[in-house]
């Protein structure tokens, strides 16, 4: 290690005094004027997990769903998924270090965990479409190169193509090429091969709207859409024109304010989709022939997708076990469907991709969704050599089943939530089930439900046990919160402190959407009054 670069670069992206950041649900995210250290010390601190990992490490700079000032940087693991969490310690230290102890904390963490810095180190970088993100990403190189690691700048990405490129590079090409063309052919070929089966291909199933947010994921759906436009065609809104980031757009605004996006125009009973700023979430909705809005989230996506898993199971004839993954946030209507009615073990994990991913990786077939669209499937490598080898010697009926379900597997983004991807799982399941948007709808109904966020002086007074299904302090809060659900019928509520925001998170769902609403406002206030509430508090 060269010290004395070291603290000459980093003099150079020095770090204000006293700011204290935390490795969140996803990463750094804050303002994008108070990240240039923490993106570079992440250059260094990707380094030191490429050497010791022996595997390339990839950094992607965005804050996804967060408004256009914020930014954000997230490290990827060797197999794609998110940094293994005594790295994230390792980050959070490293970032917080004050200037003259930050060599210090980079020696503390090449010793705790052994890293060979003779090893070669190698870094794939990517970027979303922010003002920000290019300058940002600069840092991050500039952390790489003074401590002698190599890497590749990818330019602009989807996070998800990102995790696809570390997770193909460490398995040397065997779970595709790591280049965006290879994404692109991968995906586009079992999307066609899929849609080909499919004896529905009438217009309704062949078109789908988009909103991109006016993110990166308008750029790249351009760039692929001409691979699989035999098989869907796509109309993209909100492509970044004119509008600002996430702004009356995308996946978490129309998930958290239940209804479309600003600039989409939507006929009813038309198909649409919303990715977020970064293209790692999807969610889906439609208007009705009266004019009332429909959303598809994540727990029907992850309804759709395990229904359609476990019919190809079955006529196949493998009884392989398939578990799906929720948080706290899912409907409680999902989970009993799930439950009762199909039949497949459903788990609750704390908010975050990476705590659903491990989860996921129990099972033969693991299907994780958070409510916000956020999710992917898993197939254990059991599941694929089996299904290859069906797929070569059934009989007729049974080597088409298991073919699908290969292209099925191959069309799944297994590094990490995919909004391109989904998309195209999605709308390749409905064209072979031959399902219209509202028969995926009416699966079951959803109970009526509100998110609402809480500003607090402090967001940490709140910790959470049980999945963050109960509030453990501050003292009397989750007391208050029981009394409140008592009030209402087939009711639920909780609080958690954001992980990518400044604020306190609220769900509440009940019987109907006055009480939902009523409930999310009264624990809301309990929050405030509790919690350290700042501002003007929860109107109602
Ligand atoms: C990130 C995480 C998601 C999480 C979301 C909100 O999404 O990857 O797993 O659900 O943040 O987290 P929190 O409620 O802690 O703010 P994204 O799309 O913003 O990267």
Known sequence: MDLGAITKYSALHAKPNGLILQYGTAGFRT???HLDHV????GLLAVLRSKQTKSTIGVMVTASHNPE??????????????LAPSWEEHATCLANAEEQDMQRVLIDVSEKEAVNLQQDAFVVIGRDTRPSSEKLSQSVIDGVTVLGGQFHDYGLLTTPQLHYMVYCRNTGGRYGKATVEGYYQKLSKAFVELTKQASCSGDEYRSLKVDCANGIGALKLREMEHYFSQGLSVQLFNDGSKGKLNHLCGADFVKSHQKPPQGMEIKSNERCCSFDGDADRIVYYYHDADGHFHLIDGDKIATLIS?????????IGESLNIGVVQTAYANG?????????????VYCTKTGVKHLHHKAQEFDIGVYFEANGHGTA???TTVERKIKQSAEQLEDKKRKAAKMLENIIDLFNQAAGDAISDMLVIEAILALKGLTVQQWDALYTDLPNRQLKVQVADRRVISTTNAERQAVTPPGLQEAINDLVKKYKLSRAFVRPSGTEDVVRVYAEADSQESADHLAHEVSLAVFQLAGGIGEGPQP
């Open 39 to 42: 993106m570079f010390r992440m």
């Open 69 to 82: 000032e914020d930014n954000g940087v997230k490290l990827v693991d060797p197999l794609g998924e998110m």
């Open 333 to 345: 209507s999902s989970t009993r469907y799930l439950e009762e009615v199909m039949k497949v073990p």
């Open 307 to 315: 229904s359609f898993l476990k019919e190809l199971l079955v006529e």
């Open 378 to 380: 898993l197939f254990s």
């Open 31 to 33: 303002k994008a004027e």
